[in-house]
């Protein structure tokens, strides 16, 4: 069914795409700007995203797993579960990094801030690189049907 493809490409990429923005721009530029300024920035900045990258992770996997139910080639299951780990993983990984920086009545020194700040960095970059593959599976599975 094109719908369904065209959502599980849709959300797939939109995370994909936030991901990868926020591993290469996003997050780099506010460390150049201070960690003052990224500490300040970070909670408004998790509060606007996460609702949107949950909503595409989950949206984009369930597209995935109805496309392949539908018919589709068992690469739509593989992008599907690419796409879904980045669940797991944030809320094992990166939710206790986020947990700390969004706790705005905490006390950090400079540093103690810097070091979550760039722990969460490299974490990061899975999820680009788990959406992405993902997002790759699903062209190759939507081209090759």
């Known amino acids: 069914m094109i719908l369904v493809e065209f959502l599980a490409l849709f959300f797939c990429g939109t995370f994909f795409g936030a991901a990868v923005y926020i ?5 780099p530029a506010t460390m150049k700007a201070g960690v003052p300024v990224a500490e300040k920035f970070f909670p408004p900045m998790y509060n606007l995203a996460a609702p949107m990258q949950i909503a595409s ?5 369930l597209a995935g797993l109805a496309q392949w139910f539908l018919g589709g ?33 905490v006390k950090r020194s400079k540093a103690q801030t810097e070091n979550l700040l760039n722990q969460w960095a490299p974490r990061h970059w899975v999820r680009s690189v788990a959406s992405g593959l993902s ?5 190759w599975a939507s081209i090759s049907s």
């Open 23 to 27: 591993s290469i721009a996003q997050h």
């Open 57 to 61: 992770a989950i949206g984009g996997t």
């Open 73 to 105: 080639s068992g690469l739509w299951v593989v992008g599907a579960a690419l796409l879904v780990s980045v669940i797991p993983y944030t809320l094992i990984v990166l939710k206790p990094i986020n947990d700390q920086l969004l706790d705005t009545k």
């Open 135 to 139: 997002f790759a599976v699903y062209i």
